[in-house]
Structures are given as C-alpha cells and as structure tokens.
C-alpha cells in the first residue's frame, strides 16, 4: 500500500472514531445563571455576589457586560458553606 493512501485511510479512521466518540459521550450543555438568577439562589445584594466574584469564592465567566455563573458549580453542600444561617437568638425583634 502507498503512503498517501494509507495516511488518507488513518485519517478517515480518526475522524470516523471522533464521531463515534461523541455519539457515545455527548457532551452536556453547560447551563449558566445570570447574575440576578444567582442573588436569588445565595439570597444576597449584587454588591455581595461581586464580593464572592472578586475573592474567587465563585467561579464565574464574563461575556460582555455581564457575569454569567455555571449552575453545576453550585450545589447544596456549596450553597450552605458561603451561606450565612441567621441565629434567631441574636434577633431583637421585641
């Protein structure tokens, strides 16, 4: 067999694999919050989501004018870690 031929078949094969690939492993939609979705989800002001933004406590991706957050970063056990539990006891409502 020629070279040519054989580097023509190799590359056939390769791409042939590739789509077999991604027919048995589709990739996910990586979902994002916008930055009002997220208030609502941790329950602050915009100033203490850009606060978390800044420290790199959350991940977040800028496009344009906007932060956008991947949703999948964001489960419960990570919500209640940066969420603060208000103390009833430490309320003075008389």
């Given amino acids: 067999m020629q070279q040519k031929y ?53 991940p977040c991706n800028k496009v344009g004018r906007g932060y956008y957050y991947p949703k999948e970063y964001f489960t419960l056990e990570f919500l209640n870690s940066i969420i603060k539990v208000e103390d009833s006891s430490k309320r003075f409502d008389d």
């Fill in 6 to 58: 054989y580097f023509k078949i190799m590359g056939k094969l390769e791409e042939l694999e590739n789509r077999i690939e991604s027919l048995i492993n589709p990739r996910k939609e990586e979902v994002l919050l916008d930055s009002l979705e997220m208030q609502q989800l941790l329950k602050c002001t915009a100033s203490k989501l850009q606060r978390l933004r800044d420290k790199g406590i959350i």
